[in-house]
């Protein structure tokens, strides 16, 4: 019964996507979705600029003589069965199979704070409601990115994909958790 469940929700929650890696509400508007496994990353360019791409839970947000500074988080995502894999890794004494079809594994106590940068970008999914659906991919200024955080209590359990270049965020998207 409990895979039978199991199989029917992920059917249910994959049904929601196309291929294009992306959620389509019944109003046609899309969300984005992370591809199957997202851990951090780093890498350098030619000209020596360090870029690192990951995914974390805001924990603070702080102004300091004038700048933004997030504390973060990391996370690892984990979709479909790489999500019942992970989880299975996780809770290897768990008899039930994991009945979502994502999987956050949050490992590391560590919080990284970063400055965040006067011309990043900042994109949400759940701020405001555009045709009886969320706005999906909605650009915002670093005000109401603050409001949205802060409104939903810190520390609050949304992930958000962060950019970091040469030490600075450069860019924050929130990730939509069905």
Known sequence: MRKTYLLLS????????????HAVSPQGAVAPV??????P???KDKYGNTHEKSMAYVKTLQVKNGKLFVSLDYIQWFFGEAGAKAYRQDHPLEKEDY???YYIRNNSPKIRTFEVSPKASFT?????IK?????WNESVNTDTFKKFVLSKGIPY???FHIE??????TKITEQYVP
């Open 157 to 159: 359990h949304l992930p």
């Open 124 to 128: 949400l999914q759940t701020n405001s």
């Open 10 to 21: 992920s059917l249910l929650f994959c049904s929601l996507f196309v291929t294009d890696a």
């Open 41 to 43: 990353t780093n890498s």
């Open 99 to 101: 009945p979502m079809p």
């Open 34 to 39: 992370p591809p199957q496994v997202l851990v």
């Open 131 to 135: 045709d009886d659906n969320f706005n």
């Open 164 to 169: 970091v270049t040469n030490g600075i965020i």
